[in-house]
Nanobody, 123 residues
Framework: LQLVESGGGLVQPGGSLRLSCAAS????????IGWFRQAPGKEREGVSCSSGIDGSQKYADSVKGRFTTSRDDAKKMVYLQMDNLNPEDTGVYSCAGILRVDCTLRAPEYAFWGLGTQVTVSS
């Protein structure tokens, strides 16, 4: 499974961005896809995940109500809609995949990773 992120950039506080994760595998439908972020000097943080099998989703407490993940399996795409962004959301955002039934925000569980896209929230 190969994953490629896009959609990062510079946005002002309170603004929105939509990140995209393109998957290479036709069996992507069965993968759990997670979104992770890492800010300079901080550990990688699980942001959201969605299961392609049981449909479950999870969000980190820090983004609940502001971020939404969605899938378009026909296009082999997974999206992360980020609203009401604040400077603490700045970091490199990566999507990752693992073949499993449920959804997890634990990075070590994921086998396949994209290279990431930079998101900077600043005025």
């Amino acid at each position: 499974l190969q994953l490629v992120e896009s959609g990062g950039g510079l946005v002002q506080p309170g603004g929105s961005l939509r990140l995209s994760c393109a998957a290479s595998e036709t069996d992507k439908d069965y993968y759990t896809i997670g979104w992770f972020r890492q800010a300079p000097g901080k550990e990688r943080e699980g942001v959201s995940c969605s299961s392609g099998i049981d449909g479950s989703q999870k969000y980190a407490d820090s983004v609940k109500g502001r971020f939404t993940t969605s899938r378009d399996d026909a296009k082999k795409m997974v999206y992360l809609q980020m609203d009401n962004l604040n400077p603490e959301d700045t970091g490199v955002y990566s999507c990752a995949g693992i073949l499993r039934v449920d959804c997890t925000l634990r990075a070590p569980e994921y086998a396949f990773w994209g290279l990431g896209t930079q998101v900077t929230v600043s005025s």
